[in-house]
């Protein structure tokens, strides 16, 4: 059975890149979002039952979803093969779930890369059933974008599109990211699954969660 297979292009050297997927300080400027397990989570996945080729640039992680990083015109393209299903009636069914994880990872990985390779960042993570309100953001990823979400008015350019996500630069965020994500109603989630992370640098988390929050509680 074929597996999912995530593609971008990082506007960075090959070495950059590689550095930011195997040094435990940078993977924690793009890896998921800030929680209390942050930590474990990067020795787990990124440390534990891997196997790596400098040579290559090569890296499979546990779980067996495979990166590799070659040099092409306009900096790096990096390919996440995702590992193949499990017989696991525990794990197989958040599969499609890891998958979409690992399209905001990688998509969090060329922003940083490209536009904070040295900043630290914050952090918030939302999760839901009701689709965040976006306006009419429209346009392919590069196009430039203005809308108002909980009161907030956001501006930037789209940073990419996928079947279920959308990712957006924003401006008042320090130059920061918003990813987006909606899975309609299923069998396997009933009432759909929402996802908000929003990517800060030089502003205060708090004041920004005191808008967003209050959204997700309802």
Same mark, same amino acid.
């Given at each position: 059975?074929?597996?999912?297979?995530?593609?971008?292009?990082?506007?960075?050297?090959?070495?950059?890149?590689? +550095? +930011?997927?195997?040094?435990?300080?940078?993977?924690?400027?793009?890896?998921?979002?800030? $929680?209390? @397990?942050?930590?474990?989570?990067?020795?787990?996945?990124?440390?534990?039952?891997? %196997?790596?080729?400098?040579?290559?640039?090569?890296?499979?992680?546990?779980?067996?979803?495979?990166?590799?990083?070659?040099?092409?015109? @306009?900096? %790096?393209?990096?390919?996440?093969?995702?590992?193949?299903?499990?017989?696991?009636?525990?794990?197989?069914?958040?599969?499609? *779930?890891? %998958?979409?994880?690992?399209?905001? $990872?990688?998509?969090?990985?060329?922003?940083?890369?490209?536009?904070? /390779?040295?900043?630290?960042?914050?952090?918030? $993570?939302?999760? @839901?059933?009701?689709?965040?309100?976006?306006?009419?953001?429209?346009?392919? /990823?590069? %196009?430039?974008?203005?809308?108002?979400? !909980?009161?907030?008015? &956001?501006?930037?350019?789209?940073? $990419?599109?996928?079947?279920?996500?959308?990712? !957006?630069?924003?401006? @008042?965020?320090?130059?920061?990211?918003?990813?987006?994500?909606?899975? /309609?109603?299923?069998?396997?989630?009933?009432?759909?699954?929402?996802?908000?992370? &929003?990517?800060?640098?030089?502003?205060? /988390?708090?004041?920004? *969660?005191?808008?967003?929050?209050?959204?997700?509680?309802?």
């Amino acid at each position: 059975m074929n597996t999912p297979r995530i593609e971008v292009t990082v506007a960075a050297p090959v070495e950059a890149v590689w +550095a +930011a997927l195997r040094e435990k300080d940078k993977i924690r400027h793009w890896h998921g979002w800030e $929680f209390e @397990g942050l930590e474990a989570e990067i020795d787990l996945i990124y440390f534990t039952a891997y %196997t790596e080729s400098t040579d290559d640039h090569t890296l499979e992680v546990q779980g067996g979803d495979r990166f590799e990083l070659s040099e092409v015109d @306009g900096g %790096t393209r990096v390919v996440l093969t995702r590992g193949p299903h499990s017989d696991d009636p525990q794990w197989e069914p958040y599969y499609d *779930d890891i %998958t979409e994880g690992w399209i905001t $990872f990688v998509q969090q990985l060329k922003f940083a890369v490209e536009r904070h /390779p040295a900043d630290a960042r914050r952090t918030l $993570f939302y999760s @839901g059933t009701t689709p965040l309100p976006t306006a009419d953001v429209s346009g392919e /990823p590069g %196009t430039s974008y203005e809308a108002e979400v !909980l009161g907030e008015k &956001l501006r930037g350019e789209v940073w $990419f599109r996928s079947e279920h996500q959308l990712g !957006l630069t924003v401006e @008042g965020w320090g130059d920061g990211l918003l990813v987006l994500s909606h899975i /309609p109603p299923s069998d396997a989630k009933p009432e759909g699954a929402s996802m908000a992370v &929003l990517t800060l640098y030089g502003v205060d /988390p708090d004041e920004i *969660d005191a808008r967003w929050a209050p959204y997700w509680k309802k």
